[in-house]
């Protein structure tokens, strides 16, 4: 099970990381333009309402990406090579000296750092979600979520951040101050290819990354950001974040623990309302295991 985890989270850290950030800058810093081109928006419309973010009650002034490395305890960090015998090719997939993160900084000057993409190194500290998860859509209350990998620094409370790994921040690029992104938010929420807009997005995107990024990264950043853009416009739109309560931190996910069998119940944690998730979880493993060559 530990394997099946670790395949599962090996996700596109860089495009996970950028989507997730333009989501942030498209629906909670934003609103919709008006139905109309005459800026009235008919009888029917009505703006939406704005949000911002906080830390405490220090409002966030500034949130972007960080690039740079991951570093273990002792100098290491876990990656994996894939060998396919038929063309004796070998792949890594993942690179410790090009990782991607999130920073948050408050008007009172405090940093925040966020990076939910560390697990496939080995860093297994995870949140217990599935108190944000319950009140969701069942479209929402997927069951790889009830545990959601995440590596979260406070300068409030540094004895809680997981001391698994080092974060080493090369350079950062700000999405909330960044102006020439505003142009580019709404590229792909309509289903457009708005030359300009698309350009803006790719531009971004090569920046942090560091050289031209392919139209695969392109592609997926589109399909994570509009999945993600539904999530949280239901939660804000359903004023969820109000009643959710202080999340349960696991330095280990240890839930799939051998040692520790009746605590894969807890995996469901998250989900246990939908009636399809039973069967949800049962062709995943199934898919994971005709992958192995298992049943």
């Not at 069951?143 to 300068?155: E, M, Q």
């Amino acid at each position: 099970m530990q394997m099946f985890l670790h395949v599962t989270r090996e996700t596109s850290i860089f495009e996970v990381t950028v989507a997730i950030s333009l989501t942030i800058l498209s629906e909670i810093y934003s609103t919709y333009m008006a139905k109309n081109p005459d800026g009235t928006g008919g009888p029917n419309w009505a703006p939406r309402g704005c949000f911002r973010l906080e830390y405490g009650h220090s409002p966030v002034s500034d949130f972007g990406i960080c690039r740079g490395r991951i570093q273990g305890q002792a100098s290491r960090v876990q990656t994996w090579t894939y060998y396919e015998p038929k063309s004796n090719t070998r792949t890594t997939i993942l690179d410790p000296d090009l990782h991607f993160w999130l920073y948050f900084r408050t008007i009172k000057g405090e940093e925040l750092f966020l990076d939910c993409c560390s697990f496939p190194y080995g860093m297994e500290a995870s949140v217990d979600a599935s108190p944000c998860l319950r009140k969701l859509s069942p479209f929402f209350r997927d069951y790889g979520s009830a545990r959601t990998p995440a590596y979260f620094y406070s300068p409030k409370r540094p004895e809680e951040c997981p001391n698994t790994h080092t974060l080493i921040e090369e350079k950062r690029f700000s999405v909330m101050h960044n102006k020439t992104l505003y142009g580019g938010l709404s590229w792909e929420l309509f289903g457009g290819r708005d030359k300009q807009q698309h350009l803006i997005i790719h531009d971004f995107m090569s920046m942090v990354l560091g050289k031209p990024c392919t139209l695969e990264q392109e592609e997926r950043v589109r399909d994570y950001r509009s999945f993600s853009a539904l999530l949280l416009g239901q939660v804000l739109s359903g004023k969820h974040w109000k009643v959710w309560e202080r999340p349960t931190v696991h330095l280990k996910d240890d839930l799939f623990d051998p040692r520790n069998p009746d605590r894969e119940k807890e995996y469901m944690k998250g989900s246990h309302e939908d009636p399809e998730c039973d069967g949800k979880l049962t062709g995943l493993m199934g898919l994971f295991g005709e992958a192995l060559g298992v049943s």
